[in-house]
Protein backbone atom coordinates (compact mmCIF):
# COMPACT_ATOMS: atom_id res chain seq x y z
CA UNK A 1 0.00 0.00 0.00
CA UNK A 2 1.04 3.32 -0.85
CA UNK A 3 -0.33 6.40 0.65
CA UNK A 4 -1.00 8.54 -2.31
CA UNK A 5 -3.98 10.09 -4.29
CA UNK A 6 -4.22 9.42 -8.05
CA UNK A 7 -1.12 7.90 -8.83
CA UNK A 8 -0.59 10.22 -12.02
CA UNK A 9 -0.51 13.05 -9.49
CA UNK A 10 1.65 11.74 -7.06
CA UNK A 11 4.46 14.01 -7.89
CA UNK A 12 2.75 17.39 -8.24
CA UNK A 13 0.84 16.64 -5.11
CA UNK A 14 4.04 15.79 -2.78
CA UNK A 15 5.39 19.53 -4.36
CA UNK A 16 2.77 21.44 -3.13
CA UNK A 17 2.97 19.66 0.48
CA UNK A 18 6.89 20.14 0.18
CA UNK A 19 5.71 24.16 -0.94
CA UNK A 20 3.56 24.08 2.58
CA UNK A 21 6.09 23.13 4.70
CA UNK A 22 9.12 24.98 3.67
CA UNK A 23 7.91 27.94 1.61
CA UNK A 24 11.93 28.99 1.16
CA UNK A 25 11.54 26.75 -2.39
CA UNK A 26 10.77 28.50 -5.15
CA UNK A 27 9.02 26.01 -7.91
CA UNK A 28 9.74 26.58 -11.10
CA UNK A 29 6.44 26.55 -13.95
CA UNK A 30 6.50 24.13 -16.03
CA UNK A 31 9.51 22.09 -14.16
CA UNK A 32 9.88 19.85 -11.16
CA UNK A 33 12.34 22.34 -10.60
CA UNK A 34 13.12 24.21 -7.61
CA UNK A 35 15.27 27.08 -6.15
CA UNK A 36 16.18 28.99 -3.00
CA UNK A 37 13.94 32.37 -2.64
CA UNK A 38 17.25 33.77 -0.44
CA UNK A 39 19.71 33.12 -2.74
CA UNK A 40 21.21 36.52 -3.19
CA UNK A 41 23.33 35.33 -6.40
CA UNK A 42 26.48 36.84 -5.62
CA UNK A 43 28.28 33.20 -5.95
CA UNK A 44 27.86 30.24 -8.65
CA UNK A 45 25.08 28.96 -8.20
CA UNK A 46 25.51 24.87 -7.60
CA UNK A 47 22.47 23.11 -9.66
CA UNK A 48 21.91 19.41 -8.67
CA UNK A 49 19.14 16.99 -9.56
CA UNK A 50 17.89 13.67 -11.29
CA UNK A 51 14.84 11.45 -10.97
CA UNK A 52 12.13 12.21 -8.59
CA UNK A 53 11.68 9.23 -6.04
CA UNK A 54 14.97 10.31 -4.01
CA UNK A 55 13.35 12.32 -1.76
CA UNK A 56 14.59 14.29 0.05
CA UNK A 57 17.21 14.35 -2.65
CA UNK A 58 17.29 16.76 -4.25
CA UNK A 59 15.06 19.45 -3.19
CA UNK A 60 15.83 18.85 0.62
CA UNK A 61 19.31 20.35 0.02
CA UNK A 62 18.28 23.38 -1.53
CA UNK A 63 19.14 26.60 0.55
CA UNK A 64 22.07 28.78 2.22
CA UNK A 65 25.33 26.69 2.42
CA UNK A 66 24.04 23.42 -0.11
CA UNK A 67 22.15 24.04 -3.72
CA UNK A 68 20.90 26.55 -5.26
CA UNK A 69 18.60 25.06 -7.09
CA UNK A 70 17.65 21.32 -7.85
CA UNK A 71 15.97 19.82 -10.99
CA UNK A 72 14.05 17.16 -10.81
CA UNK A 73 12.21 14.77 -13.58
CA UNK A 74 9.59 11.68 -13.39
CA UNK A 75 10.14 8.99 -11.02
CA UNK A 76 13.75 7.50 -11.30
CA UNK A 77 14.06 9.68 -14.50
CA UNK A 78 15.89 12.30 -14.84
CA UNK A 79 14.50 15.73 -16.50
CA UNK A 80 15.04 17.37 -19.90
CA UNK A 81 17.69 19.28 -20.82
CA UNK A 82 14.91 21.96 -21.45
CA UNK A 83 13.97 21.77 -17.80
CA UNK A 84 17.44 22.03 -16.17
CA UNK A 85 17.84 25.23 -18.67
CA UNK A 86 14.97 26.92 -17.40
CA UNK A 87 15.19 26.42 -14.00
CA UNK A 88 19.24 27.58 -13.86
CA UNK A 89 18.04 30.78 -15.93
CA UNK A 90 15.75 31.47 -13.30
CA UNK A 91 18.78 31.16 -9.95
CA UNK A 92 21.05 33.32 -11.61
CA UNK A 93 21.43 36.22 -14.07
CA UNK A 94 25.18 36.67 -13.79
CA UNK A 95 25.32 33.67 -16.52
CA UNK A 96 27.54 31.09 -14.58
CA UNK A 97 26.52 27.86 -13.10
CA UNK A 98 27.53 24.61 -11.83
CA UNK A 99 25.96 21.20 -12.43
CA UNK A 100 26.53 18.43 -10.00
CA UNK A 101 25.50 15.37 -12.01
CA UNK A 102 25.03 11.60 -10.81
CA UNK A 103 26.72 9.38 -13.13
CA UNK A 104 23.73 7.76 -14.92
CA UNK A 105 24.01 7.33 -18.60
CA UNK A 106 20.58 9.66 -19.17
CA UNK A 107 21.55 11.85 -16.38
CA UNK A 108 25.08 12.58 -17.62
CA UNK A 109 23.52 13.18 -20.91
CA UNK A 110 20.70 15.29 -20.17
CA UNK A 111 22.93 18.05 -17.88
CA UNK A 112 26.05 17.94 -20.30
CA UNK A 113 23.49 18.78 -23.18
CA UNK A 114 22.52 21.56 -21.19
CA UNK A 115 25.62 22.73 -20.29
CA UNK A 116 26.37 23.19 -24.07
CA UNK A 117 23.56 25.10 -25.12
CA UNK A 118 24.09 27.12 -22.18
CA UNK A 119 27.67 27.51 -23.27
CA UNK A 120 27.27 28.35 -26.60
CA UNK A 121 24.41 31.20 -25.40
CA UNK A 122 27.86 32.13 -23.71
CA UNK A 123 27.23 30.96 -20.33
CA UNK A 124 30.08 29.68 -18.25
CA UNK A 125 29.40 26.00 -16.79
CA UNK A 126 30.99 23.96 -14.68
CA UNK A 127 29.96 20.55 -13.57
CA UNK A 128 31.32 17.12 -11.74
CA UNK A 129 30.02 13.68 -12.15
CA UNK A 130 29.62 11.67 -8.95
CA UNK A 131 30.86 7.81 -9.53
CA UNK A 132 30.97 6.74 -5.64
CA UNK A 133 29.01 3.19 -5.93
CA UNK A 134 31.38 0.39 -5.75
CA UNK A 135 28.62 -2.59 -6.21
CA UNK A 136 29.93 -4.38 -9.05
CA UNK A 137 27.78 -5.95 -11.86
CA UNK A 138 26.65 -9.39 -11.23
CA UNK A 139 28.12 -11.13 -14.43
CA UNK A 140 30.94 -8.84 -15.57
CA UNK A 141 32.61 -8.06 -11.97
CA UNK A 142 33.08 -4.86 -13.26
CA UNK A 143 32.36 -1.80 -11.01
CA UNK A 144 29.39 0.33 -11.71
CA UNK A 145 29.99 3.02 -10.38
CA UNK A 146 27.00 4.84 -10.33
CA UNK A 147 26.64 8.19 -8.21
CA UNK A 148 24.43 7.94 -5.07
CA UNK A 149 24.39 8.82 -1.38
CA UNK A 150 27.70 9.77 -1.49
CA UNK A 151 26.49 12.55 -3.85
CA UNK A 152 24.45 14.43 -0.38
CA UNK A 153 28.69 14.76 0.75
CA UNK A 154 29.47 16.43 -2.50
CA UNK A 155 26.41 18.78 -2.33
CA UNK A 156 27.77 19.78 1.43
CA UNK A 157 31.49 20.06 0.81
CA UNK A 158 30.78 21.98 -2.91
CA UNK A 159 28.49 24.36 -0.90
CA UNK A 160 30.82 25.56 1.94
CA UNK A 161 33.26 26.13 -0.97
CA UNK A 162 30.55 28.47 -3.50
CA UNK A 163 29.48 29.99 -0.22
CA UNK A 164 32.69 31.52 0.50
CA UNK A 165 32.97 32.81 -3.14
CA UNK A 166 34.93 29.49 -5.25
CA UNK A 167 35.61 30.18 -8.85
CA UNK A 168 33.86 27.22 -11.54
CA UNK A 169 37.59 26.22 -11.59
CA UNK A 170 37.88 26.22 -8.62
CA UNK A 171 35.01 24.05 -7.73
CA UNK A 172 36.15 22.45 -10.16
CA UNK A 173 39.23 21.08 -8.70
CA UNK A 174 37.54 20.80 -5.56
CA UNK A 175 34.95 18.32 -6.55
CA UNK A 176 37.31 15.80 -8.71
CA UNK A 177 39.65 15.43 -5.74
CA UNK A 178 36.33 14.83 -3.45
CA UNK A 179 34.99 12.07 -5.63
CA UNK A 180 38.25 10.15 -5.79
CA UNK A 181 37.76 9.79 -1.90
CA UNK A 182 34.29 8.93 -1.44
CA UNK A 183 32.80 5.79 -1.81
CA UNK A 184 29.35 4.09 -1.13
CA UNK A 185 27.58 0.72 -1.15
CA UNK A 186 24.51 -0.42 -0.33
CA UNK A 187 22.19 -3.31 0.55
CA UNK A 188 18.29 -4.27 0.82
CA UNK A 189 15.64 -6.12 1.63
CA UNK A 190 12.99 -4.96 -0.94
CA UNK A 191 12.82 -3.46 -4.40
CA UNK A 192 12.00 0.35 -4.76
CA UNK A 193 8.09 1.16 -5.74
CA UNK A 194 7.01 3.39 -8.59
CA UNK A 195 4.07 5.59 -7.23
CA UNK A 196 0.41 3.36 -8.16
CA UNK A 197 2.60 0.39 -8.91
CA UNK A 198 2.24 -2.63 -6.69
CA UNK A 199 5.10 -4.22 -8.09
CA UNK A 200 8.87 -4.09 -6.48
CA UNK A 201 12.08 -3.62 -8.71
CA UNK A 202 12.86 -6.88 -7.74
CA UNK A 203 11.61 -9.59 -5.39
CA UNK A 204 13.35 -11.45 -2.53
CA UNK A 205 12.78 -14.29 -0.36
CA UNK A 206 11.42 -13.60 3.67
CA UNK A 207 14.21 -12.63 5.20
CA UNK A 208 16.78 -12.46 2.12
CA UNK A 209 18.83 -9.24 1.51
CA UNK A 210 20.02 -7.98 -1.63
CA UNK A 211 23.64 -6.41 -1.26
CA UNK A 212 25.05 -4.00 -3.76
CA UNK A 213 21.55 -2.72 -5.28
CA UNK A 214 21.40 0.66 -6.80
CA UNK A 215 18.49 3.43 -5.78
CA UNK A 216 16.45 2.91 -9.07
CA UNK A 217 15.96 -0.24 -7.72
CA UNK A 218 18.73 -2.32 -9.52
CA UNK A 219 19.61 -5.99 -8.84
CA UNK A 220 22.58 -6.31 -6.92
CA UNK A 221 25.52 -8.58 -6.80
CA UNK A 222 24.70 -11.32 -4.16
CA UNK A 223 21.62 -12.42 -2.19
CA UNK A 224 21.86 -13.96 0.88
CA UNK A 225 19.37 -14.95 4.19
CA UNK A 226 19.70 -12.12 6.40
CA UNK A 227 21.84 -13.22 9.78
CA UNK A 228 22.33 -9.72 11.41
CA UNK A 229 23.24 -5.95 11.23
CA UNK A 230 26.71 -7.03 11.96
CA UNK A 231 27.12 -9.46 8.95
CA UNK A 232 25.85 -6.72 6.63
CA UNK A 233 28.13 -3.97 8.44
CA UNK A 234 31.31 -6.67 7.88
CA UNK A 235 30.03 -7.06 3.97
CA UNK A 236 29.95 -3.65 3.61
CA UNK A 237 33.25 -2.62 5.72
CA UNK A 238 34.89 -4.82 4.14
CA UNK A 239 34.40 -3.66 0.56
CA UNK A 240 34.74 -0.45 1.44
CA UNK A 241 38.16 -1.25 2.74
CA UNK A 242 39.43 -2.94 -0.20
CA UNK A 243 39.04 0.26 -2.30
CA UNK A 244 39.99 2.79 0.35
CA UNK A 245 42.93 0.32 1.45
CA UNK A 246 43.26 2.23 4.42
CA UNK A 247 45.61 2.31 7.14
CA UNK A 248 45.67 2.85 10.89
CA UNK A 249 45.00 6.70 11.83
CA UNK A 250 43.95 7.28 8.89
CA UNK A 251 40.67 9.91 9.23
CA UNK A 252 37.08 9.18 7.65
CA UNK A 253 33.56 11.06 7.63
CA UNK A 254 30.80 8.22 7.68
CA UNK A 255 26.99 8.47 6.40
CA UNK A 256 24.48 5.64 7.09
CA UNK A 257 21.80 6.25 4.92
CA UNK A 258 18.55 4.70 4.76
CA UNK A 259 17.07 3.59 1.25
CA UNK A 260 13.67 4.77 2.04
CA UNK A 261 12.21 1.99 4.03
CA UNK A 262 14.63 1.53 7.00
CA UNK A 263 14.14 2.54 10.39
CA UNK A 264 15.99 5.17 12.98
CA UNK A 265 16.33 2.07 14.84
CA UNK A 266 17.63 0.11 12.31
CA UNK A 267 19.85 2.78 11.26
CA UNK A 268 21.41 3.17 14.42
CA UNK A 269 21.93 -0.07 15.20
CA UNK A 270 23.89 -0.79 12.27
CA UNK A 271 25.97 2.40 12.29
CA UNK A 272 27.57 0.82 15.87
CA UNK A 273 28.19 -1.97 14.13
CA UNK A 274 30.19 0.20 11.17
CA UNK A 275 32.00 2.35 14.10
CA UNK A 276 32.68 -1.16 16.15
CA UNK A 277 34.25 -2.71 13.06
CA UNK A 278 36.15 0.85 11.91
CA UNK A 279 37.64 0.72 15.36
CA UNK A 280 39.28 -2.85 15.12
CA UNK A 281 41.18 -1.52 11.96
CA UNK A 282 42.04 2.10 14.24
CA UNK A 283 40.34 4.27 11.79
CA UNK A 284 39.34 7.39 13.38
CA UNK A 285 35.75 8.63 12.45
CA UNK A 286 35.55 12.48 12.81
CA UNK A 287 31.68 12.82 11.59
CA UNK A 288 29.04 11.46 11.13
CA UNK A 289 25.63 11.59 10.02
CA UNK A 290 23.05 8.66 10.04
CA UNK A 291 19.50 9.52 8.85
CA UNK A 292 17.30 9.52 5.64
CA UNK A 293 19.23 11.46 2.81
CA UNK A 294 19.23 9.95 -0.70
CA UNK A 295 16.24 7.08 -1.04
CA UNK A 296 14.79 4.64 -3.60
CA UNK A 297 11.13 4.95 -3.05
CA UNK A 298 10.41 2.96 0.03
CA UNK A 299 12.89 0.29 -0.53
CA UNK A 300 13.81 -1.29 2.74
CA UNK A 301 17.36 -1.04 2.98
CA UNK A 302 20.43 1.11 3.72
CA UNK A 303 23.46 2.18 2.34
CA UNK A 304 27.02 3.41 3.50
CA UNK A 305 29.44 6.27 2.62
CA UNK A 306 33.22 6.49 3.38
CA UNK A 307 34.61 10.27 2.90
CA UNK A 308 38.26 9.72 3.65
CA UNK A 309 39.27 13.37 4.72
CA UNK A 310 42.03 14.12 2.47
CA UNK A 311 42.06 17.63 3.17
CA UNK A 312 41.83 19.64 6.39
CA UNK A 313 39.28 22.06 4.60
CA UNK A 314 36.39 19.23 4.02
CA UNK A 315 35.79 18.52 8.05
CA UNK A 316 35.04 21.83 8.54
CA UNK A 317 32.81 22.06 5.45
CA UNK A 318 30.91 18.95 6.60
CA UNK A 319 30.40 20.69 10.10
CA UNK A 320 29.27 24.32 8.91
CA UNK A 321 25.47 24.50 9.48
CA UNK A 322 23.12 25.08 6.21
CA UNK A 323 19.63 26.02 5.99
CA UNK A 324 17.71 23.55 4.16
CA UNK A 325 15.14 21.07 5.14
CA UNK A 326 16.64 17.42 4.86
CA UNK A 327 20.59 18.32 6.33
CA UNK A 328 20.60 18.03 9.91
CA UNK A 329 23.34 20.46 11.37
Avoid at 192 to 219: C, K, M, N
Avoid at 275 to 304: C, I, P, R, W, Y
Wanted: hydrophobic fraction near 40%; charged fraction near 15%.
Amino acid sequence: MQIINEPQNALNQAIQGIQRAYPNLQWVPGTLGCYDRNFRDDQVPLIAGGGSGHDPAHWGYVGTGMLSAAVMGQVFQPPTPQEIIKVTKQVTKNHEAFFIIKNFPADVAAFTTAEAQLTAEGWQVGHCIVADDISVDNASLKQRRRGVAGTVLIHKILGAAAARGASIAELTDLSASLITNIHTIGVAASGARIPGQTATSFSLQPDEIYYGVGIHGEPGYRREPFQSSERLAQELVSKLRLNFRWHAGDHYAVMVNSLGGTTPLELMVFNNDVHELLDLDAVTVDFNKVGTFLTSNGMHGLSLTLLKLAHPSWLPALQKPVTTAAWPN
